[in-house]
C-alpha cells in the first residue's frame, strides 16, 4: 500500500495523482460540516451569498464531534455517513473543492461529479475518532456556532489518516474491493 | 418484595453511559485481534489496526471510541418482586442517561420531534423497553446505539412460502445494500416471527446476546454460523473496502408467528459495540 503525505490547499496534480486504496495522510487545514451546514451553504450559493470559507483546493469533513473535556482541542472525531451528503457536493466543486472526508460509499452522481471537476473521496475509518482526535492540533468554529455539534469548524490536522475511495478516474474502492475478495456472485 | 430506589437505579445508569463510550463492550478487542490475522486484504488489515489503536486510546484517555455516541437503548428486565421507590423507573432511567451525556461529554444526539428537530440537549429519553421476569432482581442492559448502522436496517413480512431460503436471502440482500455504510466489520442482529411491532425488538434484543454466544436451539445456532460465513464470503470486508471480514457476529432471535406470517428483521451494529449492565 502506498503511503502519500498531502498538505492543503491541494493543486490539480496531486488529487489527479491519488489512486483508489492508497493510504494519505493530510496536513494542514481542513473544515468540517454535515447536513445542516451543507444546507446552508447551497442556500448561500443560491442567493449569491459569500461561503465561510474558499472553498477552492480545500477539503471538507464531514464531522459531529462530542464535546471537548476542558483543556482538550476536540472530542471524539470520526466521520460521519457521507451518502447524506450526495445532494450537496456538485455545486461545491464547481467553486474549486478537491476532496472531501467521511464514510461509506457515494451516489454514481457524486462519482461523476469527482471526475468532471477532477476531485477526490477519502475514507476515514468509521469508530476512530478517538484516534483521530490526537491527529488535530487545532480547532476553531468559523460558522453556525448555533449548529452546536453540527457548527463549521477549521481545524489543523497533522497526518490525519484516510484512504483514498473515489480518485479523480471515477474508480471506487467500494465496486473494486467487493469485485476482488467476493465470493459468491453479485 | 425487594425495594429499589430510584437514585441506585440513576447513578448506576449515569455511570454506565460513560463506561461504554470509552469502553468498548468486553472481548471486542480481542475479537478484533483474531479477524486482523484473518483478514487478506491491506485496507482491511489497515482499518483493523485503526480501530485496535482507537479503542486502546480511547480506553486510556477516557475520549468516546466513537462520536456517534448514539440514542440510549434500555432493556429493562423487571423482577415482579421488585418494587421501585422514590420515583417513576422511566425517570430514573431518563436522569441517568441526561447526567452521563452531560458529565461525560458525550454528544447529545436526540431531538425532541421528526420534523422540528430541535435537540433535548441531554441525549434523552432513552429507548426504553421493559420485560417483567421472575424473581427479585432488576437487570438494566445499555446500548449506546449509533444512527450510521440503524440508518441502514430492514423489516420485511414475507410470506411462510418465502420459508428459510426467503429469509436468508433478506438478510444477505440487506447487508449487500447496506452494510458498507453500518461501519463494518458487522454485528447482525436478525429476529425472525413474532408480529410486525415484535420482530424489530427482537433483532435489536439478538445484539444485546454476548459475542459468539449462540442460539439455544441447535437448528437456529447453525443458521447463525451458515449466515456468518455466507456474509463474510460477499467480501465487503472492513469499512467496505474489500476483504474477508464483514460479519464478527450474527444473532438470531425468534418468536412464535401468525399461521400467515413471516415477519423478519435485521438490525446492524457496528465493531465500535457499547453495551454494558445493571444489576440491583
Ligand atoms: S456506525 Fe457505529 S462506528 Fe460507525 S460512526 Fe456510527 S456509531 Fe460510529
Avoid at chain 2, 67 to 84: F, H, M, N, P, S
Amino acid at each position: 500500500m502506498r503511503i502519500i503525505k498531502i498538505t492543503t490547499p491541494l493543486n490539480d496534480d496531486v488529487v489527479k495523482s491519488l489512486r483508489v486504496g492508497d493510504k494519505v495522510e493530510i496536513n494542514g487545514v481542513i473544515y468540517t460540516a454535515r447536513d445542516a451546514a451543507h444546507k446552508r451553504f447551497i442556500d448561500a450559493i443560491n442567493k449569491g451569498e459569500k461561503l465561510p470559507f474558499d472553498p477552492k483546493g480545500q477539503i471538507i469533513y464531514y464531522v459531529g464531534p462530542t464535546p471537548p473535556r476542558p483543556g482538550m482541542i476536540i472530542g471524539s472525531a470520526g466521520p460521519t455517513s457521507s451518502y447524506r451528503m450526495d445532494v450537496f457536493l456538485e455545486p461545491l466543486l464547481k467553486l474549486g473543492l478537491k476532496g472531501t472526508i467521511g464514510k461509506g460509499y457515494r451516489s454514481q452522481a457524486a462519482i461523476d461529479a469527482m471526475v468532471k471537476y477532477g476531485a477526490v473521496y477519502f475514507v476515514a475509518v468509521g469508530g476512530a475518532g478517538a484516534l483521530i482526535s490526537k491527529r488535530i492540533k487545532k480547532a476553531e468554529i468559523i460558522a453556525y456556532e448555533d449548529l452546536g455539534t453540527e457548527a463549521v469548524n477549521k481545524l489543523e490536522v497533522e497526518s490525519f489518516p484516510v484512504i483514498v475511495a473515489n480518485d479523480t478516474l471515477g474508480n471506487d474502492i467500494f465496486k473494486l474491493g467487493v469485485q476482488r475478495y467476493s465470493r459468491v456472485k453479485y | 418484595m425487594r425495594i429499589i430506589n430510584v437514585k441506585d437505579i440513576e447513578e448506576a445508569v449515569s455511570k454506565v453511559c460513560m463506561e461504554i463510550n470509552y469502553n468498548l463492550r468486553e472481548g471486542m478487542e480481542k475479537i478484533i485481534e483474531e479477524v486482523l490475522q484473518k483478514e487478506e486484504s491491506e485496507s482491511g488489515k489497515e482499518v483493523l489496526r485503526q480501530i485496535l489503536e482507537n479503542i486502546a486510546i480511547a480506553r486510556d484517555e477516557k475520549i468516546p471510541a466513537c462520536q456517534d455516541t448514539g440514542v440510549c437503548i434500555a432493556y429493562v428486565e423487571l423482577g415482579q418482586d421488585v418494587r421501585i421507590e422514590g420515583g417513576f423507573l422511566y425517570d430514573a432511567i431518563n436522569k441517568g442517561v441526561a447526567n452521563g451525556y452531560v458529565k461525560g461529554y458525550l454528544r447529545k444526539s436526540v431531538v425532541r420531534d421528526p420534523f422540528n428537530r430541535i435537540n433535548t440537549k441531554d441525549n434523552t429519553p432513552a429507548m426504553i423497553h421493559v420485560e417483567l421476569i421472575p424473581g427479585d432482581k432488576l437487570r438494566i442492559k445499555l446500548m449506546a446505539k449509533g444512527a450510521g448502522s440503524e440508518n441502514m436496517c430492514k423489516l420485511a413480512m414475507l410470506t411462510p412460502a418465502d420459508g428459510l431460503e426467503g429469509v436468508k436471502r433478506f438478510v444477505i440482500d440487506t447487508v449487500k445494500e447496506g452494510g458498507i455504510n453500518a461501519c463494518p466489520p458487522l454485528i447482525i442482529g436478525v429476529g425472525i416471527g413474532g408480529t410486525f411491532d415484535m420482530v424489530g425488538w427482537l433483532a435489536k434484543k439478538a445484539l444485546f446476546r454476548g459475542m459468539n454466544v449462540r442460539n439455544k436451539d441447535e437448528f437456529y445456532a447453525k443458521l447463525e454460523l451458515e449466515l456468518i460465513k455466507e456474509i463474510n464470503d460477499l467480501g465487503i470486508g472492513p469499512m467496505g473496502f474489500g476483504g474477508r471480514v464483514t460479519a464478527l457476529d450474527v444473532r438470531i432471535e425468534v418468536a412464535p408467528c401468525h399461521i400467515a406470517s413471516l415477519p423478519v428483521a435485521v438490525n446492524f451494529e457496528c465493531h465500535a459495540h457499547r453495551v454494558g449492565e445493571i444489576i440491583l
